[in-house]
């Protein structure tokens, strides 16, 4: 079964950091890049970042930019997304999700995690 | 960045009912673009590709149209497990962004 798990959530104080970890199996991790999606409380969906199969193109939202780094760890099946400086307005569901491939070029996300919870308080 | 503007935010309708839901592109973005559907308190999933292809599993009920601006979501006969909310994304240029989201609830 194709399947992606996120693990790595919690509360963290306002300028902390925390590392959310995203699990992958079913499929040939190193051939799809993957993405973070987060989701605010009441809110819509924002892609956060993604990053190529072989991890060596990284893309960010301009609202974490310089803040989250993206990583995969291909031997492991897993990518991570490295959050610091974290704010209040970082509070949200974060969903790791496998993009969806047709010709080499990304279409879609099709495969999407349970998501993980980051709470930025103090 | 590309901006994404769905239209409307909440649409009420009833069970049978054909609703069509619209994403605004602010840029040509070619048929970048995937339609998702959340039910509440669950992950997204993927319902359209590249604009007007159902992804595998997805009822014939949904279909996707458009290119270029603007693109179109159409459920022919909504049925009680359509009621959730829609997001189409783009895929064009990165950053990738979502719009805001329609809420489809019932009448």
């Known amino acids: 079964e194709v399947q992606v798990l996120e693990s790595g959530g919690g509360l963290v104080q306002p300028g902390g950091s925390l590392r959310l970890s995203c699990a992958a199996s079913?499929?040939?991790?190193?051939?799809?890049?993957m993405s973070w999606v987060r989701q605010a409380p009441g809110k819509g969906l924002e892609w956060v970042s993604g990053i190529n199969g072989r991890g060596n193109a990284t893309y960010y939202a301009d609202s974490v930019k310089g803040r989250f780094t993206i990583s995969r760890d291909n031997s492991k099946n897993t990518v991570y997304l490295q959050m610091n400086s974290l704010r209040a307005d970082d509070t949200a569901v974060y969903y790791c999700a496998k993009q969806l491939y047709r010709s080499a070029i990304p279409y879609g996300l099709d495969v999407w995690g349970q998501g993980a919870t980051v709470i930025v308080s103090s | 960045d590309i901006q994404l503007t769905q239209s409307p935010s909440l649409l009420s309708a009833s069970v049978g009912d054909r609703i069509t839901i619209t994403c605004r592109a602010s840029?040509?973005?070619?048929?970048?673009l995937a339609w998702y559907q959340q039910k509440a308190g669950k992950a997204p999933s993927l319902l359209i590709f590249?604009?007007?292809t159902l992804q595998s599993g997805v009822p014939s009920r949904f279909s996707g149209s458009g290119s270029g601006t603007e693109f179109t979501l159409t459920i022919s006969s909504l049925q009680p497990e359509d009621f959730a909310t829609y997001f189409c994304q783009h895929l064009k240029s990165y950053p990738w962004t979502f719009g805001q989201g329609t809420k489809v609830e019932i009448k």
């Open positions: 590249a604009a007007s």
């Open positions: 840029q040509g973005i070619s048929n970048y």
């Open positions: 079913g499929f040939p991790f190193s051939s799809y890049g």
